[in-house]
């Protein structure tokens, strides 16, 4: 019961679909290495059942998911449903090292989850040893009849976008080389992309590398010229166009040649239609946009632009294009014409690159509301900042850091699972905010210190609402000004999501309700960022998490003893 991302929408999903009861909804997940060629150029992959991006889920709220993962590959994995809450099982969430330990080589896991209180456009990845560069990925889109955006009311059909950055050097060989003293071909920095790719699609000059003059990342290898790709649209029809970020480093901007993107979601959060040419979209994060097919006839085609913005790299592969182009095609259905091939008209307004649509402009649907928090013991700090870690050997490393503590994930000393055993988190290996028992709301204050980097910082577990951004960095004493302060904090209908860019030398103030017990991970969303460290946790409500019903089989995988306790491997 999958889909290809792109594909026509299931017979289940028609809006009469939606007021069935709850059911139970089942995958299975067979992971294996394979050589694929993404962008015409050969190198190896991870691939779902054969393929990449993987089986796209499609779900109601109140459903449960179920998803049985064979394990094929030569290294342990994870699966993470990103932006899921886990309600009752945080153990379900997917993170190696955080909430369980891997599934190994040979192995196999079942997730299964119930989705409550959240409808939306999501994604599922794996959150292991950045695979998911490699193809281990896919789309989860949930419906509900809370929506106040519905099929065949508010717009007639729907599609799904996954935009990546691609990378023609196997990613584990890149982990490997950036978290080395030597770094990856000699920088720490998160690489270059090669090409960018739409729902697992992209376009390579293969001839520019054949003339290269240097070595190439991948090479030597094959590579064979593609196509733009295409996708059929009717005209005259408004559609819901879901753009997901499903990529490992670089922002991406999204536009449509002639046409205008009304944004209705961003993330889990249905907002007011903002009207806008231009769609910037960060690593993990989502935005819905209904798009009116009404510029054109039947034959006509319009360019999908995925452009990323280099500007965020610290350096630029002189092969690579930025634009990652996707035909659209007007196909009126049972008429025929002569396919015209489009021509490139963009829009001429730009928008400030590695920043986040202006959630000001952003008004939930939904009120969002939040309570007045005033109790210190509920804040959270976190320092996050780019450094060098020395080890006794002398050797200095490149890594990010939280509260002068870089990540250092133990995969089979799992966060979680020490919690509900009731020991506390190791402070040498995270930093850590724990949310009591008795608190009902808090807030995390995330001061990004590093006066070059600009980081899309994602909470599992829980929204963020967004109260108070700014330049500089906030501490305890204006914290508490600031809530004596009336206005001074966005309380009433604030954006939430579950990912959010922090600029460099800046600060976001979020308050989250933390109603769901579990240890959830707070990390950048570049995947080399994360291998590198800048990953912190929150622990919310202990007690509880003590008490939770736990899966025999995710406590299974985790070994009894021997060296495999102590193995370290990037989240």
């Known amino acids: 019961m999958s889909a290809r991302a792109?594909?026509?929408?299931?017979?289940?999903?028609?809006?009469?679909?939606?007021?069935?009861?709850?059911?139970?909804?089942?995958?299975?997940?067979?992971?294996?290495?394979?050589?694929?060629a993404p962008d015409g150029f050969l190198k190896k992959r991870i691939l779902i059942n054969g393929q990449s991006p993987g089986p796209l889920i499609e779900a109601n709220e109140g459903d449960t998911i179920v998803v049985n993962v064979a394990n094929y590959l030569d290294q342990g994995t994870s699966i993470h449903w990103h932006g899921m809450f886990q309600n009752s099982t945080p153990f379900m969430d997917g993170i190696a090292g955080f909430s369980q330990c891997p599934i190994p080589p040979g192995g196999s896991l079942t997730y299964r989850f119930k989705i409550e209180g959240q409808y939306g456009s999501y994604w599922w990845h794996s959150h292991s040893k950045m695979q998911y560069t490699d193809g281990l990925y896919g789309g989860l889109i949930v419906r509900s009849e809370r929506d106040p955006y519905q099929k065949c009311r508010d717009y007639d059909d729907e599609r799904v976008f996954l935009f990546a950055d691609n990378y023609h050097d196997f990613a584990d060989d890149i982990v490997t080389q950036l978290l080395s003293a030597k770094g990856y071909n000699g920088s720490v920095a998160a690489p270059s992309p090669q090409s960018g790719l739409i729902n697992g699609v992209g376009v390579f000059d293969c001839a520019a590398l054949y003339k290269a003059k240097t070595h190439q990342?991948?090479?030597?290898?094959?590579?064979?010229?593609?196509?733009?790709?295409?996708?059929?649209?009717?005209?005259?029809?408004?559609?819901?166009?879901?753009?997901?970020?499903?990529?490992?480093?670089?922002?991406?901007?999204?536009?449509?040649?002639?046409?205008?993107?009304?944004?209705?979601?961003?993330?889990?959060?249905?907002?007011?239609?903002?009207?806008?040419?231009?769609?910037?979209?960060?690593?993990?994060?989502?935005?819905?946009?209904?798009?009116?097919?009404?510029?054109?006839?039947?034959?006509?085609?319009?360019?999908?632009?995925?452009?990323?913005?280099?500007?965020?790299?610290?350096?630029?592969?002189?092969?690579?294009?930025?634009v990652a182009n996707l035909t659209l095609q007007y196909k009126k259905h049972g008429h025929f014409?002569?396919?015209?091939?489009?021509?490139?008209?963009?829009?001429?307004?730009?928008?400030?690159?590695?920043?986040?649509?202006?959630?000001?402009?952003?008004?939930?649907?939904?009120?969002?509301?939040?309570?007045?928090?005033?109790?210190?013991?509920?804040?959270?700090?976190?320092?996050?900042?780019?450094?060098?870690?020395?080890?006794?050997?002398?050797?200095?490393?490149?890594?990010?850091?939280?509260?002068?503590?870089?990540?250092?994930n133990y995969v089979n000393k799992p966060y979680l699972q020490m919690a509900h055993h009731g020991q506390p988190i190791n402070a040498s290996t995270i930093a850590s905010l724990l949310v009591p028992d008795d608190v009902w709301v808090a807030d995390i204050i995330i001061n990004n210190e590093d006066t070059f980097l600009d980081h899309p910082f994602h909470l599992h577990g829980t929204d963020m609402h967004i109260i108070k951004h700014g330049s500089g960095r906030i501490d305890l004493a204006q914290w508490l000004a600031l809530n004596q302060q009336p206005g001074a904090l966005n309380l009433k209908n604030p954006l939430r999501r579950d990912t959010i860019i922090v600029g460099r030398s800046s600060y976001v103030i979020v308050r989250i309700i933390p109603d769901l017990p579990g240890v959830w991970p707070l990390h950048c969303h570049i995947s080399m960022h994360v291998a590198e460290g800048l990953m912190a946790a929150v622990a919310i409500h202990p007690h509880k998490i003590q008490q939770l019903p736990w899966s025999q089989d995710v406590l299974n995988l985790c070994p009894t003893g021997g060296p495999a306790i102590n193995e370290i491997e990037p989240a």
């Open 337 to 408: 014409a002569r396919q015209k091939a489009p021509v490139p008209h963009d829009w001429s307004d730009n928008i400030t690159p590695c920043v986040d649509l202006d959630d000001s402009l952003l008004i939930p649907a939904m009120d969002t509301s939040v309570p007045v928090n005033t109790n210190p013991n509920s804040l959270g700090i976190f320092n996050s900042q780019f450094g060098n870690l020395k080890l006794a050997n002398g050797t200095t490393l490149g890594r990010f850091f939280i509260d002068n503590v870089t990540q250092v």
């Open 6 to 36: 792109g594909s026509e929408s299931d017979p289940w999903l028609d809006k009469d679909i939606l007021a069935s009861p709850e059911v139970t909804r089942t995958y299975d997940f067979v992971l294996t290495n394979g050589l694929a």
């Open 217 to 322: 990342p991948g090479m030597p290898s094959a590579c064979y010229p593609q196509q733009t790709p295409t996708m059929d649209v009717e005209p005259h029809k408004k559609y819901r166009f879901r753009f997901i970020n499903t990529g490992s480093h670089a922002q991406h901007i999204i536009s449509i040649d002639d046409h205008e993107l009304h944004v209705i979601a961003a993330d889990g959060t249905p907002v007011v239609p903002h009207k806008v040419h231009r769609i910037p979209i960060h690593n993990g994060q989502r935005h819905d946009a209904i798009v009116h097919t009404n510029v054109g006839k039947s034959g006509d085609s319009f360019l999908l632009r995925s452009t990323m913005t280099t500007k965020c790299f610290a350096f630029v592969d002189p092969l690579l294009n930025p």
